[in-house]
């Protein structure tokens, strides 16, 4: 079923909504979770989460894209749960992306105070990015693939997916200071 027909169903409040995006992108949903949490029951449990907060949020929103809609849904409630089960503790995968992905801020203790503007700055500075790194930059830090992950799936080796990820980081850094966002 298209995506359109999929949102139509959750405007006319139809049961089939959640069946249907379950055939559609219950399996996305669950490799983003599960590649934040790794466990198969919280990763479902938040796929679940996902469809409530979908069918609660359409209407009123009416998504562009009802993949990265549901992605962005399933993303965050993931990355809760990895808070709330690693609350005082360090180590875990999902923290380790998220210091890599810090290293491109300048200052971690400003807080932006204009969405918009980072959205529109992060938005850019992917479409500079050539279609490969561009996708091995979002695979690792938006859909948390383990860099053997993005390597195989790429065709490359490991360490060119880290020295693609290390200069893309970097550049993405440069990018931020340039238009003056301090994460």
């Known amino acids: 079923m298209e995506d359109d027909n999929i949102i139509e169903l959750y405007w006319t409040r139809s049961e089939n909504a959640i069946e249907e995006t379950h055939k ?11 590649n934040i949490l790794y466990s198969n029951e919280s990763a479902e449990e938040c796929v679940n989460d996902t469809y409530v907060n979908a069918w609660n949020s359409i ?8 993949k990265y809609f549901l992605a962005s849904i399933v993303r965050n409630l993931a990355l ?12 875990g995968t ?34 500079s990015l050539n ?25 490359l080796s490991v360490n060119n997916v880290k020295v ?8 993405f850094r440069t990018f931020l200071e340039k238009e003056g966002i301090i994460l």
């Open 80 to 91: 809760n749960r990895y808070d709330y089960n690693n609350a005082q503790k360090r180590s």
């Open 24 to 34: 559609k992108y219950g399996r996305y949903c669950h490799t983003i979770a599960y």
């Open 164 to 171: 693609i990820l290390y200069r893309t980081r970097n550049k």
């Open 94 to 127: 999902a923290d380790v992306i998220v210091d890599e992905f810090c290293e491109c801020t300048a200052d971690k203790s400003v807080h932006i105070e204009d969405e918009f503007a980072v959205r529109e700055a992060i938005n850019a500075f992917l479409k």
């Open 59 to 66: 209407p009123p929103n009416k998504p562009k894209s009802l």
């Open 131 to 155: 279609k490969q790194t561009r996708i091995i930059f979002m695979r690792r830090y938006w859909y948390f693939c383990s860099v053997n992950e993005i390597a195989e799936s790429e065709g």
